[in-house]
T-cell receptor, first 114, second 114 residues
Framework: AQSVTQLGSHVSVSEGALVLLRCNYS??????LFWYVQYPNQGLQLLLK??????LVKGINGFEAEFKKSETSFHLTKPSAHMSDAAEYFC????????????FGTGTKLQVIP | EAGVTQFPSHSVIEKGQTVTLRCDPI?????LYWYRRVMGKEIKFLLH????????ESGMPNNRFLAERTGGTYSTLKVQPAELEDSGVYFC????????????FGPGTRLTVT
C-alpha cells in the first residue's frame, strides 16, 4: 500500500522568495517519487523524479527535491520564485521494480505574489 | 514530437447519456494510462494498457466505464450511462516500454454531467 500527503492545498510566496512545497509519502517497499506541475489548461509535466539514485534530485526550471527516508519526505524547493512558477504541483509515489501503479497527492496550488 | 493529445477538451452531457473520450499517445509509447481527477481531490488511476492489452484495470469505477485500445495506438474511454459522480477531469498519459515510470500526460478532458 502507498499514499501521499501534500501539506497545504494553497501556498503563496512573494516573487524572489523561497518556494517550499511539502510532500510526505508512505510505501511498504522502496519507492519511486515524482513531482509534476500543471499549468492552466495544460497537462501534467514531470518536474523531477527519484528512482533510488542520488537523494537530491534536480529538475527543470530550477526546482529540486530531496528524498529523506527517515522522514518519509520528498519536499520540493526552489530558491527564488518566479511569476511563471504559479501552477498546481502534484507529488506522486509508486513502488520500485516492475510495473506499479502511481498514487498522486491532492495537489498544491502555488501563487506567486509580485 | 507531438505530445499526448486528448479529445474533446470539454464535454457537458446530461445524466444517462453516453460520452466517449479519446487519447492519442506519443508515437512509439506502448504504455497508455487513464486517470481521473474529481474536483479538488487526488488524481486517481483508472487503467493501464500495454499495446492493446489491458495490463491493469483495477481502478475502473464500475462497468459503466469501458476502455479500448484497438491496434495499440489511440485509446477511447466510454462512459455509458453517465452519472453525476462521473464529472471530473480525465487525463491520459503514455510512456515508453523501457521507461514506463516516465509518464507524459495529455491536457485532460473536463467532463461535466448535469
Amino acid at each position: 500500500a502507498q499514499s501521499v500527503t501534500q501539506l497545504g492545498s494553497h501556498v503563496s510566496v512573494s516573487e524572489g522568495a523561497l518556494v517550499l512545497l511539502r510532500c510526505n509519502y508512505s510505501s511498504s517497499v522502496p519507492p519511486y517519487l515524482f513531482w509534476y506541475v500543471q499549468y492552466p489548461n495544460q497537462g501534467l509535466q514531470l518536474l523531477l523524479k527519484y528512482t533510488s539514485a542520488a537523494t537530491l534530485v534536480k529538475g527543470i526550471n530550477g526546482f529540486e527535491a530531496e528524498f529523506k527516508k527517515s522522514e518519509t519526505s520528498f519536499h520540493l524547493t526552489k530558491p527564488s520564485a518566479h511569476m511563471s512558477d504559479a501552477a498546481e504541483y502534484f507529488c506522486a509515489v509508486r513502488a520500485s521494480g516492475g510495473y506499479q501503479k502511481v498514487t498522486f497527492g491532492t495537489g498544491t496550488k502555488l501563487q506567486v505574489i509580485p | 514530437e507531438a505530445g499526448v493529445t486528448q479529445f474533446p477538451s470539454h464535454s457537458v452531457i446530461e445524466k444517462g447519456q453516453t460520452v466517449t473520450l479519446r487519447c492519442d499517445p506519443i508515437s512509439g509509447h506502448d504504455n497508455l494510462y487513464w486517470y481521473r481527477r474529481v474536483m479538488g481531490k487526488e488524481i486517481k488511476f483508472l487503467l493501464h494498457f500495454v499495446k492493446e492489452s489491458k495490463q491493469d484495470e483495477s481502478g475502473m469505477p464500475n462497468n459503466r466505464f469501458l476502455a479500448e485500445r484497438t491496434g495499440g495506438t489511440y485509446s477511447t474511454l466510454k462512459v455509458q450511462p453517465a452519472e453525476l459522480e462521473d464529472s471530473g477531469v480525465y487525463f491520459c498519459a503514455s510512456s515508453h516500454i523501457d521507461r514506463e515510470y516516465e509518464q507524459y500526460f495529455g491536457p485532460g478532458t473536463r467532463l461535466t454531467v448535469t
